[in-house]
């Protein structure tokens, strides 16, 4: 494990912090190391909204389900360990993601056998967004087939902004969560 870059912020929190910390958290839960780290540069952290950007997944007319196959699989692709195991640990069994899916989603690709047709199509609108900043004629055609015009607008953006935390939590180094997973535990 790699030593912070920015170090983040300790308890105790000066005000504005503590009130910015608890706006990017379910209620009653303690701030995670990224959040902890965004709010050193405090504007910024504000900037972003409640929960860290989750109020931006909240208001996305994609299902809980879609979302995190989003993230889980942009965050695996970008090599950032650390949020892709914060979403799996937290969402991975809501959303009912099987062993072989969580493997699949990490190291896999969409078109292994554990992916029905339309969760296959918007993996591999996120493969393609990762490496060419684009999705193909007949990766569109797949989503727009499955998706309104607003959903695929949601994915673009939802992919986008995780690939914007996985160069934060990457570069700063960001330690993993304790009882996160790991990339080797689905390999």
């Known amino acids: 494990m790699s030593t912070p870059r920015i170090e983040p912020v300790t308890p105790p929190y000066e005000p504005a912090v503590a009130a910015q910390l608890a706006s990017m958290m379910p209620p009653g839960a303690e701030p995670i190391g990224l959040f902890r780290t965004f709010v050193v540069n405090l504007p910024m952290a504000q900037a972003m909204g409640g929960w860290g950007g989750y109020e931006l997944s909240k208001w996305l007319s ?99 902004w995780y690939h914007a935390i996985s160069y934060a939590a990457n570069a700063a180094r960001v330690a993993l969560e304790d009882g996160a997973p790991h990339f080797a535990d689905f390999v």
């Open 62 to 160: 994609l299902s809980m389900r879609q979302r995190e196959l989003v993230i889980d699989r942009v965050t695996a692709r970008c090599g950032c360990e650390y949020e892709w195991g914060v979403h799996l640990a937290f969402f991975g069994d809501r959303v009912g993601l099987t062993d072989e899916q969580k493997r699949s989603i990490t190291h896999g690709r969409p078109d292994d056998p554990c992916w029905p047709d339309d969760e296959a199509a918007l993996l591999r609108a996120v493969d393609e967004l990762h490496e060419h900043a684009d999705i193909n004629d007949a990766t569109w055609a797949a989503l727009a087939s499955i998706l309104t015009a607003e959903q695929v607008l949601d994915v673009l953006l939802l992919a986008g």
